[in-house]
Antibody
Framework: QVQLVQSGSEVKKPGASVKVSCKAS????????ISWVRQAPGQGLEWMGW????????KSTQDLLGRVTMTTDTSTSTAYMELRGLRSNDTAVYYC???????????????WGQGTLVTVTS | DIVMTQSPDSLAVSLGERATINCKSS????????????LAWYQQKPGQPPKLLIY???TRESGVPDRFSGSGSGTDFTLTISSLQAEDVAVYFC?????????FGGGTKVEVK
């Protein structure tokens, strides 16, 4: 069965960086993209960006341009998301999600990691 | 970006009764070339990641109980739980995939009355 297993919780100081991993299993990793979606405490879902596991192409939101880097390691079927210059309002649960293209170029998200809580505090 | 607005923010429904959640997009998500609405629904139970329920506005994902149904077209959509079960207590989100970036509604919390 498809599984996405993420790395554990992190506590960071403002200005620091965090790197979250997402290990995929149960499907051909390079056949799907991976999106990163975050959820601030008690809030809704915010799509951060996407990486093609096939060719490494990425796209991220304008708000995060320059602060976020998404990569993959196809040898271990693992996706990574690094966020730099952390601020208190980056405190959130960060999810990886497998993107399924059913039409057009924008995915739906059919499998999700368990989430990684990143807390930014001084 | 397409803005997705859900209503109500929360609702309490008796077990076995119908729950109805609304989602409105700031522009149409209907593709006239294939007559499909690029709208998905997710369920998020406490402490869990979201789970895909419905896409194409009304197509249930494999394994989703048929008490969940989606309807609507263009800019106005509805998720209906025909007979609320205790395990349906969750927050429900809509998402458009008509144009990037994918955007989500703010969520509707469903509780048991």
């Amino acid at each position: 069965q498809v599984q996405l297993v993420q790395s554990g919780s992190e506590v960071k100081k403002p200005g620091a960086s965090v790197k979250v991993s997402c290990k995929a299993s149960g499907y051909t990793f390079t056949s799907f993209g991976i999106s990163w979606v975050r959820q601030a405490p008690g809030q809704g879902l915010e799509w951060m960006g996407w990486i093609s596991a096939h060719n490494g192409n990425t796209k991220s939101t304008q708000d995060l341009l320059g602060r976020v880097t998404m990569t993959t390691d196809t040898s271990t079927s693992t996706a990574y998301m690094e966020l730099r210059g952390l601020r208190s309002n980056d405190t959130a649960v960060y999810y990886c999600a497998r993107g399924r293209i059913v039409g057009g170029s924008t995915p739906i998200f059919d499998h999700w990691g368990q989430g990684t809580l990143v807390t930014v505090t001084s | 970006d397409i803005v997705m607005t859900q209503s109500p923010d929360s609702l309490a429904v008796s077990l076995g009764e119908r729950a109805t959640i609304n989602c409105k997009s700031s522009q149409s998500v209907l593709n006239s070339s294939n007559n499909k609405n690029y709208l998905a629904w997710y369920q998020q139970k406490p402490g869990q990641p979201p789970k895909l329920l419905i896409y194409w506005a009304s197509t249930r994902e494999s394994g989703v109980p048929d008490r969940f149904s989606g309807s609507g077209s263009g800019t106005d959509f509805t998720l209906t739980i025909s007979s609320l079960q205790a395990e349906d207590v969750a927050v429900y989100f809509c998402q458009q995939y008509y144009t990037p970036p994918p955007t989500f509604g703010g969520g509707t919390k469903v509780e048991v009355k």
